[in-house]
């Protein structure tokens, strides 16, 4: 990927659903929609408002038939993201808009949402952690990464990973001095009070709990993914 020439107006544009993690959203957006000479827009299967999985009310600036090409395609992701895995129409307007787009910015597991969509195959990529097992399924690279960049594609881990992948994606297209600017602009200096960010470095106890949280939504992600995968023909 090169930079893009300032004077080239960016559209980019982020899927909405319900049930997804907004910072996966709202994290990205923090960053892309300071991006120069940028018009943002968030798309959705209708104009009716959705809530995020902790039930954050979000509202779409219009539908998926009614985007345009987009130059930046922002996938999140959440536990809504199952529902998605068999919905033509999202799937098929992922596919259509990756087709055209610039670049193709996952978050999470939006990264399955993709997958479904039959694009990750041999592609580098990442997910949230307790998905990270499932991306073979869809033909992909897994690389236990915060950030990984594969062609004109940006992969961002779990949750907030998102705003790093946006940095990234923001040099990538204008620049590392405008991604740093916005970095300023955001006062993006993370200084955590505990080193429980990522299953290498939280304690077992803490691990283990997370685990046990997300253990449902995590089966029923695998069973789907066997099932895609077989689909494309992958044996896993």
């Not at 923090?30 to 999985?53: C, F, G, H, Q, W």
């Not at 993370?190 to 803490?206: D, K, L, R, Y």
Request: charged share 20%; with cysteine; aromatic share 6%.
């Amino acid at each position: 990927m090169s930079v893009i020439p300032d004077d080239t107006h960016l559209q980019i544009g982020s899927l909405l659903f319900e049930g997804l993690d907004q910072i996966d959203l709202t994290g990205p957006f923090e960053v892309l929609s300071r991006l120069p000479n940028s018009t943002y827009k968030i798309y959705a299967r209708t104009a009716e408002p959705v809530r995020d999985l902790k039930g954050l009310r979000l509202v779409p600036d219009a539908t998926l038939a009614d985007a345009p090409q987009l130059d930046v395609l922002h996938i999140p992701g959440g536990f809504g993201q199952e529902a998605l895995m068999d919905n033509d129409e999202v799937l098929g307007w992922i596919r259509q808009q990756a087709a055209g787009a610039l670049s193709v910015f996952s978050v999470c597991t939006g990264a399955l949402l993709c997958g479904a969509a039959g694009l990750l195959m041999g592609r580098r990529a990442t997910t949230h952690w307790a998905s990270f097992h499932l991306l073979p399924f869809f033909g992909a690279i897994p690389v236990n990464e915060r950030v990984v960049v594969d062609g004109n594609w940006v992969f961002a881990a779990g949750v907030t990973a998102g705003i790093d992948g946006a940095l990234r994606l923001a040099a990538e297209l204008r620049g590392s001095e405008a991604a740093q600017l916005i970095q300023l602009g955001i006062a993006y200096a993370p200084e955590p009070p505990f080193n429980s960010g990522s299953p290498e470095t939280a304690p077992a106890p803490i691990l283990e709990q997370a685990r046990q949280a997300v253990q449902d939504i995590t089966a029923r992600r695998e069973r789907t993914a066997r099932r895609i995968a077989a689909g494309l023909g992958i044996d896993v």
